[in-house]
């Protein structure tokens, strides 16, 4: 088996899975595409496994621990996403930068206060 037809075909995959990562403004494609990612760099630990012919299997081994790490990586994201979008009304990255608590965005006013009235904590005006 030559080993350039997986690596092509794996760095296809991982090209396509970081144009996803960077161009996407849905979380859950985001998310996604970091899976294509991973799944690239098991295609890759699978291929130099046979092409090496380790008596170990290694690249397998470290293949089935990444399977692990990108389930745990898709569950605990897919519920920070649906938390959010809870939360927020949306899945949009670009307005999800600013995730503290209580921020108001820019422009708008909480309800009943006023910029230009005097501070009640400390008689100051603001």
């Known amino acids: 088996m030559h080993l350039a037809y997986p690596a092509v075909l794996a760095a296809l995959l991982f090209c396509t899975g970081l144009y996803g990562v960077l161009a996407r403004r ?5 998310l996604m595409s970091v899976e294509l990612m ?4 098991n295609l890759n630990l699978v291929a ?29 994201g897919l519920a920070i996403v649906l938390m959010v979008y ?3 009304g949306t899945a949009d990255v670009d ?3 600013d995730t503290a608590e209580g921020h108001e965005p820019a ?6 206060s006023n910029p230009d009235s005097a ?4 008689g100051a005006a603001a």
């Open 107 to 112: 422009g708008s006013n909480p309800a009943g």
């Open 48 to 76: 130099f496994d046979v092409w090496l012919r380790d008596t170990l299997h290694a690249g397998q081994a470290l293949t089935l621990f990444t399977i692990a790490i990108a389930a745990a990586e898709i569950g605990i």
């Open 38 to 41: 991973l799944n690239a760099v």
């Open 95 to 97: 307005r999800l930068r």
């Open 26 to 30: 849905n979380a859950i494609l985001v």
């Open 86 to 88: 809870r939360n927020r």
């Open 119 to 122: 501070n009640p904590a400390t």
